[in-house]
């Protein structure tokens, strides 16, 4: 018995490599799907769970590679070597996750207007409301003092607000200028910026020079609410998370993509 198991350990390792695939296929687009919630897919299933199946199912291929390798005559390796690469590549995404976060601030909400964030509207407040999302922040209010952070932050970055920090890490997201064009064109190239770059459920409210869309992410299905406001020869922008109190920077990087589409148009 012991010889079959040790003959048919490359094919059991790759099953179990195959059967930790599954799992985080599921973990990562069950929520989009709505057959699990995002706390179950992403908090337990990734990062709780994820890297514990991952050592073990490493553990075994090692050991099945190791076996398979050494035997006479020699064994289906190459099964085992699969089996071991799964985990080890899921295993450098997760440190490549990982890594972005600690680089980027923890931060959720960034703005083009630090003094005076876009307002959202009372329909997507709602549906915010309705997700249990994170409550909106007051920009001028540190990191320390506000109920997410207070147990996270401490030293310098507990006494910066998110003006601060978004002034000192995304000094790039500035208003955008309408030019020539008036306010109804400005909310135009809007609404066609948020369509190019995939926003969906976009909303116009041209008597408050208002736009809406929400943005969702490929894996997990998070979602982040973005809002335009056209007023004063200029557009505002904002992107603001409804779970998670780090977006890895992604909000930053959906406010500037807009911007440039919002550009492309106005100039065009």
Partial sequence: MMHDLRANLPKYSLWLALALLVWFIIAAFGPKIGLIGWKTGFGFMTVTAGPILMGIVALVAVIALALAWFRTPRGAWWKAAIALAIPVVLFVALLSVKARG????????????????????????????????????NYGIPLGQLPMWQDSVDGELAVQNHADIIAANYDELQPIPVGNASPGQAMDAVVAAMGEIGLDDIRTDRASGRVEGVAETFAYGFRDDVVARVRDGRIDLRSASRVGLSDLGYNAERVEELRRAIVKRLES
Avoid: C, M, Y
Wanted: net charge negative; aromatic share 6%; hydrophobic share 40%.
């Fill in 102 to 137: 600690e680089a980027a601030p923890p931060i959720h909400d960034v703005a083009t207007d630090l003094r005076d964030p876009p307002a959202f509207s009372a329909q997507t407040l709602a549906k915010r409301e309705e997700w249990g999302a994170n409550p909106l922040v």
